[in-house]
C-alpha cells in the first residue's frame, strides 16, 4: 500500500535552515509529481510546493518563495523540502503528499512532521 | 491568487440528518480542457486529510455515497445526505486550476 513518511522536523531558530524528507513506498514514486503542504497550529491547510515526477518542473506558494526549495532523489524514492531563512509564521506541520497522475489534486498524504520556528 | 471561501465555518449537525457546505472561489474554476479544479478534503481529528470528491462531483475511491458534490465556475457545494458520527471533522475546499489554495475549512461536530 502506498505509504508516504515525513521526517526532519524540530525545533529551530529563526532565520536557520532545516530539511524536511518524505520517504515514498507501495507504489513508483519516479512516475508521480509530489507536494508539500503545510498546516499551522489549529490553522487550516496551506499548499507549499509542488515537483513534476523527473524533477524538472517545480512551483512554490509566494509566502515561501526564494527561502523554501523542493527537490527529490527519484534513486532513493525520497522527497525534501529545504527550508532556509525560517520564520516564526513557518511553524507549522509539513505533510508530504502524492499527485494524482493526470488530475491536479493529491491522494496520499503522510503523517506530517512538526517545524517550530522559535528563539 | 485565487481566493477560496467556505461558509460556514462551522457546523452541528445531529446523525442522521443532512447537512451542506458552500465553497466559492474568487475566480471560475473552469479550465479550457473542460474540467473543473475543485475538491473536497476531510480532515478528521489527529489525522491527515483525505480527498473525498475531485473535480466538483466525482466521489474518490472508497468514499460513501452519502457525500456528494455539486456546483460550478465559482460556486460549489458539499452535501452529506446523512451525516455519521465518524464523519466529524474539518471539510476543506481546494482548487487546483492555478497552482492550489485551500479555504479556511468548515468543522462539522455532532449534536
Known amino acids: 500500500q502506498v505509504q508516504l513518511v515525513e521526517s526532519g522536523g524540530g525545533v529551530v531558530q529563526p532565520g536557520r535552515s532545516l530539511r524536511l524528507s518524505c520517504v515514498a513506498s507501495?507504489?513508483?514514486?519516479?512516475?508521480?509529481?509530489m507536494h508539500w503542504v503545510r498546516q499551522a497550529p489549529g490553522k487550516g491547510l496551506e499548499w507549499v510546493a509542488v515537483?513534476?515526477?523527473?524533477?524538472?518542473?517545480?512551483n512554490y506558494a509566494d509566502s515561501v518563495k526564494g527561502r523554501f526549495t523542493i527537490s527529490r532523489d527519484n534513486s532513493k524514492n525520497t522527497l525534501y523540502l529545504q527550508l532556509n531563512g525560517l520564520r516564526a509564521e513557518d511553524t507549522a506541520v509539513y505533510y508530504c503528499a502524492r499527485a494524482v497522475a493526470g488530475a491536479n489534486f493529491f491522494d496520499y498524504w503522510g503523517q506530517g512532521t512538526l517545524v517550530t520556528v522559535s528563539s | 491568487d485565487i481566493v477560496m471561501t467556505q461558509t460556514p465555518l462551522s457546523l452541528s449537525v445531529t446523525p442522521g440528518q443532512p447537512a451542506s457546505i458552500s465553497c466559492k472561489s474568487s475566480q471560475s474554476l473552469l479550465h479550457s480542457d473542460g474540467k473543473t479544479y475543485l475538491y473536497w478534503y476531510l480532515q478528521k481529528p489527529g489525522q491527515s486529510p483525505q480527498v473525498l470528491i475531485y473535480?466538483?462531483?466525482s466521489r474518490f475511491s472508497g468514499v460513501p455515497d452519502r457525500f456528494s458534490g455539486s456546483g460550478s465556475g465559482t460556486d460549489f457545494t458539499l452535501k452529506i445526505s446523512r451525516v455519521e458520527a465518524e464523519d466529524v471533522g474539518v471539510y476543506y475546499c481546494m482548487q487546483g486550476i492555478h497552482l492550489w489554495t485551500f479555504g479556511p475549512g468548515t468543522k462539522v461536530e455532532i449534536k
Open positions: 507501495g507504489f513508483t514514486f519516479s512516475s508521480e509529481g
Open positions: 515537483i513534476w515526477y523527473d524533477g524538472s518542473n517545480k
Open positions: 473535480e466538483v462531483s
